[in-house]
């Protein structure tokens, strides 16, 4: 009996499976175990260091969109807590008061801001997410390059300014000198005369 014969497809898709259970004893792979483990499958270290370089261009985007996919839920339970002590306490000044039920009204209408709120949080567009998480890296970069090249001005302008203090410092020392130099050589003789007194 011969072994069957898979087709392309077949094969990734028994491949993603087999690695996407556990790695018995181990915590991943380095480079070169996936290389190591690349080749045996017949694929060369090239393609695999382009595989790598493509998936490190994509982790600072997945943990983005991690992040604010957890801010939204946490915004969310915050805001589920706020709607229920709210109502709660509606609640209880309506039975207290008496009269006609007034209460759901509000808990009607923050509900439907509230599931609003829910669909926004749990039913996302990943394409949009994964284009706003890109945009916010972008600008932490370009905020980050800004705030060193501020950092650089600020650095060269305090040299540039303690320079010229040492370059003044200095002058005033040599004029210094020379005032106490010629204060010293009052007896000697001065080449361009006497001094008119």
């Not at 996407?20 to 070169?32: A, E, H, K, Q, V």
């Not at 261009?57 to 996919?69: N, T």
């Amino acid at each position: 009996m011969s072994e069957p014969i898979y087709s392309d497809e077949e094969a990734k898709e028994i491949l993603k499976l087999a690695f996407d259970r556990p790695l018995s004893g181990t915590s991943g792979l380095n480079r070169g175990e996936l290389i190591a483990a690349a080749a045996e499958l017949g694929v060369d270290a090239q393609a695999v260091d382009n595989a790598i370089a493509l998936r490190e261009r994509a982790r600072p985007v997945e943990l983005e969109v991690r992040g604010a996919a957890e801010r939204r839920q946490r915004q969310l339970r915050d805001h589920a807590v706020t709607y229920a002590i709210i109502n709660g306490i509606l609640l209880a000044i309506n039975l207290l008061a008496g009269g006609g039920w007034w209460f759901f009204w509000p808990a009607l209408g923050w509900g439907l801001g509230l599931a609003l709120h829910a669909k926004n949080t749990f039913f996302r567009d990943p394409e949009r997410d994964r284009r706003r998480a890109e945009r916010t890296i972008d600008q932490r970069q370009q905020k980050a390059l800004q705030d060193a090249r501020r950092m650089q001005r600020k650095y060269a302008v305090d040299q540039f300014v303690e320079s010229a203090e040492q370059g003044a410092l200095a002058a005033m020392e040599r004029v210094a000198q020379r005032l106490r130099g010629d204060a010293a050589g009052q007896g000697r003789h001065d080449p361009r005369g006497p001094r008119p007194r």
